[in-house]
């Protein structure tokens, strides 16, 4: 069995995977300053709920946008699985893709992932909506290559930096506003985020369609894609596990020629 790691800044997902289906996944949040024995304390424990264990995962791989973590993961697949994990973004991984962008190795890890799942699953090109923590609108060609990226700043980060920045705004949750005038600052705040996204989403939706001049299918993944999908009709899709799916596919590419 795989284990898949997607390490991200404000979590980490692990997936096991028996072939190509999806057995079970967990998130973790990211810190730093955890250590490879916590990592694996924690996941064993998980496991055992699953009926699952160490001994039945022989292959991993991971994508980390937070270089910091990468050590301990790695060692975690060392020490408790005895096996050398894949690292998507090593020079000698095979994604079966490119990246049409002047400096192909700034694409983050979980964006090529989100790449290589689109092109398997949805026919022609793809605009990838991935709401992190930052708002990541990747392009993938026809041919299945990154064609380039539009990076805005999340909802949760936006609405932290008005707390942040303004002595007299609270921290809020981001909520579907009712109405878009606010009555109080909780409701303003609330509404300026939700549908500032909403306009920002689906304008840029526009503007790269009208851009990139070819028909393109709009495919929504992140923490925050159902809330947002309801006032999006650009959007098509919602693929939750797409960063993880494509680590699956990624590992059985590379698998193979092995």
Wanted: overall charge negative.
């Amino acid at each position: 069995m795989l284990l898949a790691i997607d390490a991200g800044n404000t979590n980490i997902v692990f997936a096991v995977y028996d072939g190509d289906k999806q057995i079970a996944q967990w998130r973790l949040a990211t810190e730093v300053q955890r250590t490879s024995d916590e990592y694996g304390v924690w996941l064993n424990q998980i496991l055992a709920l699953e009926g699952l264990s160490f001994a039945r995962l022989d292959s991993a791989i991971i994508a980390t946008v937070v270089p910091a973590v990468l050590f301990d993961l790695r060692n975690l697949c060392r020490k408790y699985l005895k096996t050398e994990p894949l690292i998507v973004g090593d020079p000698d991984l095979d994604l079966g893709m490119k990246a049409n962008v002047e400096r192909p190795q700034s694409v983050g890890a979980d964006r090529l992932c989100n790449t290589v799942a689109a092109h398997q699953r949805y026919k022609g090109a793809v605009i990838v909506v991935d709401f992190g923590t930052a708002t990541n609108f990747d392009i993938v060609a026809e041919n299945g290559d990154f064609d380039g990226s539009v990076i805005a700043p999340g909802a949760n980060l936006s609405i932290e930096a008005l707390h942040q920045a303004a002595a007299l705004l609270p921290r809020v949750a981001i909520h579907r506003a009712q109405s878009v005038i606010g009555r109080d600052t909780v409701a303003s705040m609330q509404s300026g985020v939700y549908w500032g996204y909403v306009g920002l989403i689906a304008g840029l939706i526009d503007r790269i369609k009208k851009e990139y001049a070819k028909p393109m299918t709009v495919v929504a993944t992140g923490g925050l894609a159902h809330l947002f999908r309801p006032d999006i009709p650009a959007i098509d899709h919602i693929d939750p596990d797409l960063t993880i799916r494509g680590l699956m596919l990624i590992h059985a590419r590379n698998a193979k020629q092995g």
